[in-house]
């Protein structure tokens, strides 16, 4: 049963949101197939193993007609679904992203069961990729339309996961990066990083045209699904994060690119805001949009005078005179490295105080 196109037909029928729930079987649905908790309804799907699986909303958004044809509509569908089972004898085994969502409902770290150990891709070394979008709903295509569109760009050696309607794991196989490398003369194992960069680049470009335009990727190390794809996933969440709080421009995220980043987040909000004090003495002119693009942009090229002059399309002796000027103002010299140092982790955490 394709639960997924039930949700959305029924989000488009009554223009509301449901969301998805996973729930400890010993808690919930003793006397019926609908719950009301906490001002949200829970409407009953399916079990599997010590778990319930259900559509909750607000409850108070729901008429009682509108609740009775959720109820009429979610019963027929299991019906049609026991039939199904009945007549092929056989029940129809978990699936890869009902594992996943359970586990990381109960924050659990469990092996896979053998029924998905059957697929021969989860068994060896993958890329694991994290797409994550905030675009409208209506400008989204359907999870089978991105599925297609990446077995196509990828010759089909993928598992694809949504996790949500604007979250998605991918798992790549690492024979698709090896043939690259291989056209390119370059060695896989000294050059990881620099490939897993330029593999994610181009998968960027593609749903960049091809799909919802600008989304959020982030890319990790090769591992084996089988093994850890639970603890993968959390920490391509916590990549996502850290990218999308400290490198608000860019929209591909890795962990050798944020080395700084992970230190400095342990750092309390009033940790940041004292060392950002004690940096800047004069925080407005510092922080002005020109005066920060200039610093940024001199960061991102090696603090490189004349290839920062390039990148800003300004004379390079207009760079210099920001810089001098920036000196003047603060005694900071960015062409000094330890000095650099400062403004560069100055501004990162200006950038997560911010936004609290």
Same mark, same amino acid.
């Given at each position: ?60 958004? $729901?008429?009682? %007609? ?13 019906? #049609? &679904? #026991? ?34 150990? &059957? ?7 993958? +890329? ?21 569109? @990446? ?18 794991? @991918?798992? *790549? ?23 897993? &960069? ?16 600008? *989304?959020?990727?982030? +890319? ?14 959390? &920490?391509?969440?916590? +990549? ?22 992970? $230190? @400095? ?66 005694? @900071? ?12 982790? %100055? ?10």
């Amino acid at each position: 049963m394709n639960w997924d196109k039930i949700k959305t037909k029924l989000e488009q029928i009554l223009n509301l949101q449901f969301k998805w729930e996973v729930l400890q079987k010993n808690e919930w649905f003793f006397d019926g197939n609908t719950i009301e908790k906490n001002d949200q309804i829970y409407f009953y799907l399916y079990s599997e193993g010590s778990y319930y699986y259900a559509l909750s909303v607000n409850q108070t958004l $729901l008429t009682s %007609s509108e609740k009775s044809l959720i109820e009429m509509t979610l019963n027929t569908c299991r019906m #049609n &679904q #026991n039939q199904t089972e009945s007549a092929s004898g056989n029940e129809k085994p978990i699936s890869l992203r009902t594992w996943i969502l359970n586990q990381l409902q109960y924050d659990l770290d469990e092996k896979l069961p053998e029924s998905l150990l &059957q697929t021969p891709q989860l068994l060896k070394n993958n +890329i694991p990729i994290l797409i994550q979008t905030h675009v409208s709903d209506q400008n989204i295509g359907t999870d089978e339309e991105l599925f297609s569109l @990446l077995q196509s760009f990828y010759n089909s050696q993928i598992v694809f996961v949504p996790l949500s309607n604007k979250e998605y794991l @991918l798992l *790549c196989s690492l024979d698709l990066l090896e043939e690259e490398i291989e056209e390119q003369g370059k060695d896989i194992e000294h050059e990881m990083e620099e490939s897993l &960069q330029f593999f994610s680049s181009s998968l960027y470009e593609m749903l960049l045209s091809e799909w919802v335009g600008k *989304c959020h990727i982030a +890319i990790h190390y090769p591992i084996v699904p089988s093994e850890s794809v639970i603890l993968i996933i959390k &920490q391509l969440r916590e +990549i996502m994060e850290l990218g999308r709080n400290y490198c608000q421009n860019e929209y591909i995220h890795s962990p050798w690119n944020l080395y700084l980043e992970s $230190l @400095l987040d342990i750092l309390s909000d009033e940790e940041r805001r004292l060392f950002i004090e004690r940096v800047f003495k004069q925080v407005d002119f510092v922080l002005d949009v020109e005066m920060k693009t200039t610093l940024e942009q001199f960061f991102n090229t090696s603090c490189n005078v004349s290839e920062t002059a390039k990148k800003l399309y300004i004379h390079r002796n207009t760079l210099i005179y920001r810089l001098d000027k920036f000196k003047q103002e603060t005694g @900071l010299d960015v062409r000094v490295f330890n000095q650099a140092v400062l403004v560069k982790v %100055s501004l990162l955490l200006y950038k997560l105080t911010k936004q609290h």
